[in-house]
């Protein structure tokens, strides 16, 4: 039995990424766990502890006890929020347990500092699926969230990330260069296509034309072992730009989260950090 792992906060993408993996459960049975994470970095903010101090001398704030009862009241709305936001699940009709074969699911809220907490409790799941940005976002300077970016340097288990809007998943791209994170790309996609039951792209990319053919040949030996459909794309574009081309929003995208580099946590793989940067579709980065 798979496990899957959403960390859910209620934002739009994090939303999308709890149907995509409601969608994959239907096909690749699994438990989804599902949590809301009380996000604890507010409570020992320096901004809070510098207004703390500014305050010292001037009323209540100053006093420690005081003080230690308003962050112990403000743990207690933020897990009250995320009680009531997974309480919501509840009414979401793919949820209903009530149903013919329902999904198997669980709600918990926990508190921490999301970004560690997720990175390390990754390695007890198979996918960890999760909106690219957070509810925070729009605060935040930057290509992604803090989050999302943590679990992918630092974490264990292929991290599904939901770039936009849920539109269900009607094939597979994945681009492939013949490396080995290439080959187990390729070996994800053909998988999740053969139970989920949807066709699989293979892009290669490289002006080299007889380096395209050769690497061609080798996707085909690799999709043999599958059964769903695949097609095979050759193009003179940079991987990226022909990952992208090949994709639409109803396609999944599937590569290595890191190229060959032996740091992997300082360096995301530059085809994977394009690829992220503008993807309309989501992806699942395999480590």
């Known amino acids: 039995m798979k496990r899957y792992l959403v960390p859910f906060e209620g934002s739009d993408l994090s939303d999308a990424a709890l149907r995509y993996a409601i969608q994959i459960t239907t096909d690749v049975p699994g438990t989804l766990d599902i949590i809301y994470i009380a996000d604890e970095r507010v409570l020992i903010n320096p901004i809070w502890e510098f207004a703390v101090l500014a305050?010292?001398?001037?009323?209540?704030?100053?006093?420690?006890?005081?003080?230690?009862?308003?962050?112990?009241?403000?743990?207690?709305?933020l897990i009250s929020r995320g009680e009531d936001i997974l309480e919501e699940l509840a009414e979401w009709p793919e949820?209903?347990?009530?149903?013919?074969?329902?999904?198997?699911?669980?709600?918990?809220?926990?508190?921490?500092?999301?970004?560690?907490?997720?990175?390390?409790?990754?390695?007890?799941?198979?996918?960890?699926?999760?909106?690219?940005?957070?509810?925070?976002?729009?605060?935040?300077?930057?290509?992604?969230?803090g989050t999302s970016e943590a679990v992918i340097r630092k974490g264990t288990s292929p991290v599904f990330l939901s770039t936009g809007p849920y539109v269900p998943l009607e094939s597979i791209v994945i681009g492939f260069d013949?490396?080995?994170?290439?080959?187990?790309?390729?070996?994800?996609?053909?998988?999740?296509?053969?139970?989920?039951?949807?066709?699989?792209?293979?892009?290669?990319?490289?002006?080299?034309?007889g380096w395209r053919d050769e690497a061609v040949r080798e996707a085909k030996e690799i999709a043999g072992s599958y059964e769903t459909e695949f097609t095979f794309d050759a193009s003179s574009k940079n991987a990226a730009e022909a990952v992208l081309d090949a994709s639409s929003p109803g396609s999944l995208i599937c590569m290595g989260a890191f190229g060959d580099q032996p740091i992997r946590e300082l360096f995301l793989g530059s085809v994977a950090e394009e690829v992220l940067r503008r993807a309309k579709s989501p992806v699942l980065l395999l480590k």
């Open 178 to 209: 013949n490396r080995p994170r290439a080959r187990q790309s390729l070996a994800w996609a053909g998988m999740l296509g053969e139970n989920l039951k949807l066709p699989v792209k293979v892009v290669t990319s490289s002006t080299d034309e």
């Open 55 to 77: 305050l010292q001398g001037i009323g209540t704030l100053g006093d420690i006890q005081y003080r230690e009862k308003v962050k112990l009241e403000l743990k207690t709305k």
């Open 95 to 145: 949820l209903n347990q009530e149903k013919e074969n329902p999904i198997s699911y669980s709600t918990r809220v926990d508190s921490g500092n999301p970004p560690k907490y997720i990175s390390e409790i990754s390695e007890n799941y198979d996918i960890v699926f999760m909106g690219l940005w957070g509810e925070m976002h729009k605060h935040k300077l930057g290509l992604w969230g």
